[in-house]
C-alpha cells in the first residue's frame, strides 16, 4: 500500500502563484510516475502533470508555460509549482502515485482545493 499526504492548497487572486506538495510513502516500486490531476464539479478528472521516477515530465497544454512538476526522490515528495494562476486552474487537485510491477497499481491522495479569483 502506498499513502499520499497533499498539501499547499488554498486561495490566490489570478497571476499569484502557489505551490503543491505531495508526500508518499509506503510501498513505492523503483519505477513509478507521480503527477497531478485535476477535477471540477461535472467534468472528469484531467491530469495536470506528471514526473518519472527518471524525471521524465509532461504537461497538459493548459499548463505549459505556467506550471512545474518535480520531484525529491529522497523525500519520496512531488512538487507543483502553479504560477500565473487562472480562475479557470480553480479545481481540486489530486496527487497519484502510479507503481509499474507485474501489474499497474494507482493510489490517490484526498485532494486539495485550488481557488483562483479573477
Known amino acids: 500500500q502506498v499513502q499520499l499526504v497533499e498539501s499547499g492548497g488554498g486561495l490566490v487572486e489570478a497571476g499569484g502563484s502557489l505551490r503543491l506538495s505531495c508526500a508518499a510513502s509506503?510501498?513505492?516500486?523503483?519505477?513509478?510516475?507521480m503527477n497531478w490531476y485535476r477535477q471540477v464539479p461535472g467534468k472528469e478528472r484531467e491530469l495536470v502533470a506528471g514526473?518519472?521516477?527518471?524525471?521524465?515530465?509532461n504537461y497538459a497544454d493548459s499548463v505549459k508555460g505556467r506550471f512545474t512538476i518535480s520531484r525529491d526522490n529522497a523525500k519520496n515528495t512531488v512538487y507543483l509549482q502553479m504560477s500565473s494562476l487562472k480562475p479557470e486552474d480553480t479545481a481540486v487537485y489530486y496527487c497519484n502515485l502510479r507503481n509499474y510491477g507485474i501489474r499497474l497499481v494507482d493510489y490517490w491522495g484526498q485532494g486539495t482545493q485550488v481557488t483562483v479569483s479573477s
Open positions: 509506503g510501498s513505492i516500486f523503483s519505477f513509478n510516475t
Open positions: 514526473i518519472s521516477s527518471g524525471s521524465r515530465t
